[in-house]
């Protein structure tokens, strides 16, 4: 491939030789400030601190880059800001090596005779569909998946190796579940009564809308009754944990290592980053936004960021935090006014 081929693809405009050849993409960032770009790799450079940190990206390689930037490189896939980064999406596809797989049932494949495949779709060695279920078309199951009794997966979704998808459950169309993740273990209820503990049985099940993308070993449990749910165009990270009951919303992100108890509901368009804690029965509203390493013990405001433990407003928490560095310093200043005063120190616990 040449710089005006990868243009044309790209809807950009080229600067430079248009044939001169692109071998693949490179990480400007794993380069040091003083390293040249390697000469037929095409780097992203979205904006001028990319160029500070790496002065010599102006004199050697390919660049990917905005109109304002482009007249400092000597070669450069020019595109307006705006389109940046749908560009940089484009850049990748070209270059993506990702796997296709015929369609068919592979031989070692176990598929019960009630279960209903799509002659489009492809199951791999090793994987099980068991009976009543359904496989939808172009869909992907890699070796190690189970789909249980008469769950049911929609069309283009891919399953990873040794995703687990529970008895009943509904995979939506579109959907990308990554390795080790299982949807519809049993949620964690229990009843105790003096020496004896008795498991409440989870009859609902768990379903996801179109276009969710679940990470690796994420765990969904099936809801008590009902429904344990996640709307379309939601993407999870690795190891997150959402329990029984819980309703998340559409076009959401959650970071890896958060935990939702159960029968958390997470409106449409929150954003949870990582090793967020949410207390069961909070509403996290539509558009908040819960900053990392946070823990939530009572619903949040509409568009607004979250963070600490107990999650309070950002605004309120920045307040609080500068007020604890000048703690210290109050300490010494209360302590010489007693002195002063005459009066015996407080103690300090």
């Not at 990206?57 to 749908?86: D, H, K, Y």
């Not at 492809?122 to 172009?138: L, P, S």
């Not at 939506?172 to 020496?195: K, N």
Request: with cysteine.
């Amino acid at each position: 491939m040449n710089l005006q081929t990868l243009a044309s693809l790209l809807d950009a405009e080229a600067r430079g030789a248009g044939d001169h050849p692109i071998e693949g993409v490179g990480d400007i960032e794993r380069l040091g400030p003083e390293e040249a770009l390697a000469e037929n790799r095409v780097y992203f450079v979205e904006n001028a601190a990319v160029l500070k940190r790496h002065p010599k990206a102006a004199l050697s390689g390919v660049v990917l880059t905005t109109v304002e930037l482009a007249p400092q490189f000597a070669r450069a896939l020019v595109v307006p800001a705006a389109s940046i980064r749908l560009a940089f999406i484009k850049l990748l596809k070209q270059f993506d090596e990702a796997p296709t797989f015929a369609a068919g049932v592979r031989e070692g494949a176990r598929v019960h005779p009630s279960a209903e495949v799509d002659a489009s779709a492809c199951v791999m060695t090793g994987a099980t569909v068991m009976e009543g279920a359904k496989i939808g078309a172009r869909c992907v199951l890699y070796p190690g998946v189970v789909i249980e009794p008469r769950a049911r997966i929609g069309e283009g979704t891919v399953l990873y190796p040794c995703v687990v998808i529970g008895a009943r459950c509904v995979v939506g169309r579109d959907c990308i579940v990554h390795a080790g993740t299982v949807l519809g273990s049993d949620g964690f209820g229990f009843f105790d009564q003096p020496g004896k503990r008795h498991k409440v049985p989870q009859i609902g099940d768990v379903r996801l809308g179109d276009r969710v993308e679940l990470g690796a070993g994420c765990t969904l449990d099936r809801a008590t009754i009902e429904t344990t749910s996640v709307g379309d165009d939601t993407k999870i990270d690795n190891q997150v944990h959402i329990g029984h009951n819980c309703r998340v919303g559409r076009f959401c992100y959650i970071a890896g290592n958060t935990g939702l108890a159960g029968s958390v509901v997470v409106e449409d368009g929150v954003m949870i980053s990582g090793m967020v804690s949410v207390k069961d029965h909070v509403t996290l509203a539509r558009g908040s936004i819960v900053m990392g390493m946070s823990g939530v013990a009572q619903d949040t405001e509409p568009k607004t960021a979250y963070f600490g433990t107990p999650a309070l407003p950002a605004r309120q928490m920045h307040k609080m935090h500068a007020a604890l560095e000048r703690l210290p310093a109050l300490l010494a200043r209360v302590r010489e006014l007693e002195a002063r005063a005459g009066v015996a120190p407080a103690e300090v616990v």
